[in-house]
């Protein structure tokens, strides 16, 4: 698939995404995610806790629900509702066999059924079998609703989260169709659209591609040649190496064109995979310190306490990394099954039998990436090992690595093996906006499985690029047809009513064809399915065919008409039309499609997972209410606290309020203290609120009092300078009108001038509206003046009315100064000789005709002068 590329400053600056993309790295043990959106830094999104990446769990501590580092915190204390690793359970009938899941799911009727001891109260519906609640894809969708919570919250900080809906996902390249089914029923289930599923190998190269340079190579030809990389991704529970070809063409578009265009092209050869990672060596580190520990402290019954295994486990990690490389190591055992702390020298990790087992088998998953470089001729060219996930860290890991390419050194230090994958995912996410001039580059993916119709026809061989569509031609008639990856059942269609859409088709040797698709995510589907004509030489057949031989074979002389007209060809030309005719016809043909083999999410259980999910989001977003709620309400218990305080430095509320009302603030202040220490853990929001809203009853007109008193004199001036504007323009524009009557009444036909600017109805308009206005500022004045010393009284004028009527005045002056003076009329001429000869844009003027004034309106600083004419043709759009 040719993609174009984003240029790093462009991602930034453009405007040109809609809507926000959101890279996810989902992994066994850890998850990266990046946010593709304008005005959001480009950059990996951080957890609650500030964390690059984030643990892929997700536990509950009772009711609540929990992710990230609280939740793999959570498993000492809840491990029955600890749910980890559940990425290599997806599109699986048997977990792993490593002991990593603290309630083990079990096999029922085709699938794998996390239990759920004591499930959530709020549960709707609630599982009426507590061993058979969460399916792997169901707590996949669980941590995708925390991860696009996280994305949100960075999309809009301090904002309502804007909605993301659309994600770019790595995945294994060797998934198999059940696995990438099973990946995409749980982004269903939080409603998000999986634009692209690109191999996490791939997503290390494209970020690695990205702002690189590369060989030539003529993919025609042959010519030039290619860079190859080795991605050794080596996670938690699986480890893959994908050989990458790297190479770049310079094509002219046209003959004509004079600048190529240069296209980097990025090529997965070859893959190599093992299910062994790093919790393989935690494990077998783990199981090391049990044994250890039970034959040093004498103490029994480790692994049967989980709370103690989940922290041998945390242990484990740590040490994982320096008995690799040290001699010596001290463990700290601490746990419920001791009374004491425990530190136990441990010998290097190399030299254990199990371990040395491990690392046997590094050699052994590089083999098949290996030979397909050398198969290739390319054992002496350039190429790389580009380390991916935290596991490729682990120095006797790399040791091996090493060993297997024949002590060579090679391993790359400039890729960013925690987080290329996300950046490269989001990188091409980016891309597909198709908005942006970007950097040309073409992926190319292909599939590790073999697919066939049946079990013997192969259809998508071993090595078929993504994205590839193949025609297969069937009989004519109802039939069911299966295909098969890698000998494994994947999907059934079902032909029906082939019988209706042959009433409909004329052409001769009906059969159907189906157009079956392996799309880029891995999936294989039906595009269509038609029925077409099977004949070679429609031209044999039917009318025109017929008609064609009734009179024998002519040579092509002896067919001449009179005119001179070659028969043959245009009977040719007739039986072309009509043999294109019947070979492009087609008629569409109904279908069903079944996935085959592992058994995925039906309609009923993505409805019931999809309800379950739903309470959840309820019952959290409810909660984080309450907790606002009840966040707010304490600290303004403790600012009203303090502002009622005789010693504070803000005395506004004690010298705005009389003694009353401080008595009556205080007395409820006291007693929402005391029920909030009794009841702010099970008070909801619309309670926690009203407590609030109660207190600020009481305190609104003290605090409306000390703003008035502020804001009052300000506006006051405002408004008594919006006034003086407006007078101003009142009488000018009188005058000015007066001026214009008179003028108009001495005007003659031959020396027309311009009626009055404004209408007598407009200015007794704003005549009226000012003395209205003088009513109304006179009477509130005269009661406010006599307020003036006492601040325990409420205002009687205020200053939201003083600008909404000074401002509506400011509007009403403004639309009448920014009219557009009349025109004026058309002078009569006394003969048709003097009128073709006076221009026909010229217009008599008269000198006493007053040209269009503006009124000026003052501003606060302002001293009322003279209205002069250089003073009022000043700045009339100050605001008043």
């Known amino acids: 698939m040719r993609i174009p590329f984003l240029a790093f400053l462009l991602l930034l600056l453009s405007p040109a995404i809609r809507a926000a993309v959101l890279a996810i790295d989902y992994g066994a043990e850890f998850t990266k995610l990046s946010l593709v959106k304008p005005g959001v830094p480009f950059d990996v999104v951080l957890d609650r806790d500030s964390k690059r990446k984030i643990h892929s769990v997700v536990g509950w501590k009772r009711d609540d629900r929990v992710f990230g580092a609280e939740g793999k915190m959570a498993a000492a204390r809840f491990p029955n509702t600890h749910f980890p690793y559940g990425k290599p359970l997806l599109g699986r009938t048997e977990p792993p066999a490593l002991p990593v899941y603290p309630s083990p799911p079990q096999h029922v009727n085709g699938t794998l059924l996390f239990p759920h001891p004591s499930p959530p109260s709020h549960l709707d519906p609630h599982p009426h079998n507590h061993d058979e609640v969460w399916t792997p894809s169901a707590l996949v969708a669980h941590q995708l609703s925390y991860f696009r919570g996280l994305a949100e919250e960075l999309a809009s900080p301090g904002a309502k989260p804007e909605p993301i809906s659309q994600v770019i996902v790595t995945v294994p390249p060797w998934w198999n169709v059940y696995q990438r089914r099973a990946y995409r029923d749980a982004l269903e289930l939080q409603g998000l659209t999986c634009l692209a599923m690109i191999g996490e190998g791939t997503g290390v190269a494209l970020n690695y591609g990205m702002t690189r340079s590369f060989p030539t190579y003529n993919p025609e030809t042959g010519e030039g040649q290619k860079e190859y990389h080795i991605i050794y991704d080596s996670g938690a529970m699986q480890t893959t190496a994908s050989v990458m070809a790297f190479y770049q063409t310079s094509v002219y578009p046209t003959p004509k064109s004079k600048t190529p265009i240069n296209t980097t092209h990025i090529e997965l050869v070859g893959t190599g995979w093992e299910e062994i990672g790093g919790v393989a060596l935690d494990l077998t580190v783990q199981e090391i310190l049990a044994a250890d520990f039970e034959a040093r402290s004498g103490k029994k019954g480790v692994r049967e306490d989980k709370r103690a295994m989940a922290k041998l486990q945390r242990e484990a990690n740590r040490v994982k990394h320096i008995l690799s490389a040290n001699q010596e190591s001290n463990v700290a055992v601490s746990d419920r099954v001791v009374d004491r702390r425990c530190r136990l020298p441990l010998p290097p990790l190399p030299h254990r039998p199990r371990i040395r087992l491990v690392r046997r088998r590094v050699p052994l998953l590089l083999a098949d990436p290996l030979r397909v470089v050398r198969r290739g001729h390319l054992a002496r060219r350039h190429h790389l090992v580009d380390p991916l996930r935290g596991n490729t860290r682990v120095p006797f890991v790399q040791a091996a690595i090493r060993d297997a390419l024949g002590g060579r050194d090679i391993i790359a230090q400039n890729v960013n093996a925690d987080e290329g994958a996300v950046l490269g995912a989001a990188y091409y996410g980016a891309a597909l906006s198709r908005q942006f001039k970007m950097k040309s580059i073409e992926v190319s993916e292909t599939s590790v499985w073999e697919f066939t119709l049946g079990t013997d026809e192969v259809i998508f061989p071993k090595g078929t690029r993504m994205g590839t569509k193949k025609a297969l031609v069937l009989p004519a008639e109802d039939q069911t047809i299966e295909f098969y990856q890698a000998g ?341 001429t006394a003969s048709k000789a003097t009128s073709s000869t006076t221009s026909p844009t010229a217009e008599p003027t008269d000198p006493t005709q007053e040209t269009e004034q503006e009124p000026f309106f003052p501003t606060p600083d302002d001293e009322p002068v003279e209205t002069t004419r250089r003073a009022r043709r000043a700045r009339p759009s100050d605001e008043l």
């Open 488 to 828: 494994q059942p994947a999907l059934s269609v079902q032909i029906i009513d082939v019988a209706t859409s042959m009433s409909n088709f004329t052409a001769p040797s009906p059969a159907i064809n189906v157009t079956v698709r392996l799309d880029p995510r891995g999936h294989l589907s039906i595009a269509n399915a038609v029925l077409v004509s099977n004949t070679t030489d429609s031209a044999s057949s039917g009318v025109a065919g017929a008609l064609k031989g009734l009179f024998g074979k002519k040579d092509k002389e002896d067919v001449k008409d009179d005119a001179g007209v070659d028969a043959e060809t245009d009977s040719e030309e007739a039986t072309s039309e009509a043999s294109s005719s019947s070979k492009t016809q087609k008629v569409a043909v109904r279908f069903r499609e079944r996935q085959l083999g592992v058994k995925h999410m039906t309609g009923e259980e993505k409805r019931t997972t999809l309800a379950r999910l739903t309470s959840i989001a309820a019952y959290e977003a409810a909660k984080t209410a309450r907790e606002e709620a009840r966040n707010q309400l304490e600290g303004y218990l403790y600012r009203l606290s303090g502002l009622l305080d005789s010693e504070t430095e803000n005395r506004a509320l004690l010298e705005f309020s009389i003694k009353a009302e401080q008595d009556a603030l205080s007395k409820l202040l006291k007693d929402t203290f005391e029920w909030l220490s009794d009841h702010a853990e099970k008070a909801d929001e619309k309670t926690l609120r009203a407590k609030r809203e109660a207190l600020e009853s009481l305190e609104t007109p003290i605090i409306t009092r000390f703003t008035e008193s502020r804001t009052r004199p300000k506006a006051v001036e405002a408004f008594q300078q919006a006034m003086f504007a407006a007078r101003s323009f009142l009488v000018e524009a009188t005058q000015n009108n007066t001026l214009a009557k008179e003028a108009q009444a001495n005007a003659t036909p031959e020396k027309p001038v311009a009626p009055p600017k404004y209408t007598d109805a407009e200015l007794e308009d704003v005549k009226t509206r000012m003395k209205e206005l003088e009513v109304w500022m006179d009477g509130l004045m005269t009661e406010q003046v006599k307020l003036d010393g006492d601040n325990t009284k409420d205002p009687v004028i205020f200053t939201k009315d003083l600008d909404e009527k000074g401002k509506a005045l400011q509007m009403m002056v403004l639309r009448l100064a920014n009219k557009k003076s009349p025109r004026i009329p058309k002078a009569k």
